[in-house]
Antibody, heavy 117, light 112 residues
């Protein structure tokens, strides 16, 4: 069974970088697509970007200058880095697998990140 | 960006009754290959979102047949027949036809 688990600091200071890891078991990240989605306080959900089976990436233009998604295939992990964070980046961050036919069919449990000094 | 407008914002339903959620897109969601990348997710309290419906009307593995997706172009509907207690949560439509991928604003389903 595919399982994803996010990890990373729950508190980040404004202007610093947010770095999260998604560890995947039960499936190789060299297949399909692997994305990051966040949910803001309230109900708003935002797709942030993904990394493909080949290592190519696609990002939400609203974040394009600040976001980077990379991977380590030897550890079957992929990573999110979001630079120059502000309080508006406070959210719960999810990683998820995406198949062309079934987008975001498996999700991690999410990690809450607060941006505050 | 494609805007997905969900209505209603919240819904209170008696157990056993039907619930219906609308998702209207600012652009057609039919891709050039003829496929429509419109999905529905449910986020139950304290849980991650889970995929219910993909490609407008296909139920994901393990999803009960009480969940029925329909629609085309810019107008889509999720119907839940015979609502059960475990159906409560926030429902989102989502489109993967146009970049950037976008979610609807969410519909909160409560049980009366």
């Amino acid at each position: 069974e595919v399982q994803l688990q996010e990890s990373g600091p729950g508190l980040v200071k404004p202007s610093q970088s947010l770095s999260l890891t998604c560890s995947v078991t039960g499936y190789s990240i060299t297949s399909n697509y692997w994305g990051w989605i966040r949910k803001f306080p309230g109900n708003k959900m935002e797709w942030m970007g993904y990394i493909s089976y080949s290592g190519s990436t696609s990002y939400n233009p609203s974040l394009k200058s600040r976001i980077s998604i990379t991977r380590d295939t030897s550890k079957n992990q992929f990573f999110l880095q979001l630079n120059s964070v502000t309080t508006e980046d406070t959210a719960t961050y999810y990683c998820a697998r995406s198949h062309w036919e079934t987008p975001f069919d498996y999700w991690g449990q999410g990690v809450m990140v607060t941006v505050s000094s | 960006d494609v805007v997905l407008t969900q209505t209603p914002v919240s819904l209170s339903v008696t157990l056993g009754d039907q619930a219906s959620i609308s998702c209207r897109s600012s652009q057609s969601l039919e891709y050039s290959d003829g496929y429509t990348y419109l999905e529905w997710y449910l986020q139950k309290p304290g849980q991650s979102p889970q995929l219910l419906i993909y490609g407008v009307s296909n139920r994901f593995s393990g999803v009960p047949d009480r969940f029925i997706g329909s629609g085309s172009g810019t107008d889509f509907t999720l119907k839940i027949s015979r609502v059960e207690p475990e159906d409560l949560g926030v429902y989102y439509c989502f489109q993967a036809t146009h970049d950037p991928l976008t979610f609807g604003s969410g519909t909160k389903l409560e049980i009366k």
